[in-house]
């Protein structure tokens, strides 16, 4: 979808990746946080990765930080469902196709 969307491989990548020279450091606080929050379903989030997250967003922002995280999670499920394509923790991401 992404590529659909003009967003460029040099961009997935960059996201898959998420090293913090390639975004504004409040940026990739954000990213590293959705990106744990989905790996671990929201629990075993690192301490200090909330600390940096409360430091630059406010409660409000947090929050939707975190709805959207929950959208893109039931979007996600609900594709692969219409596709029949179960999503696998085995998995790794292509993003040349």
């Known amino acids: 979808m992404g590529r659909k969307n003009e967003i ?8 898959i990746k ?7 450091y409040k940026e990739w606080v954000a990213f590293s946080y959705a990106r ?3 790996f671990t379903k929201g629990e075993n989030i690192p301490g200090e990765l909330k600390e940096e997250l409360a430091k630059h967003y406010s409660k409000k922002e947090q929050g939707l930080i975190t709805k959207l995280i929950h959208i893109k ?7 692969n469902a219409l596709f029949k394509k179960p999503w696998k923790a085995d998995e790794s991401c292509n993003i040349n196709s």
């Open 8 to 15: 460029t491989k040099e961009e997935i990548s960059a996201l």
């Open 18 to 24: 998420l090293n913090k020279n390639d975004f504004e």
């Open 36 to 38: 744990e929050w989905a």
């Open 73 to 79: 999670i039931f979007i996600n499920y609900l594709v």
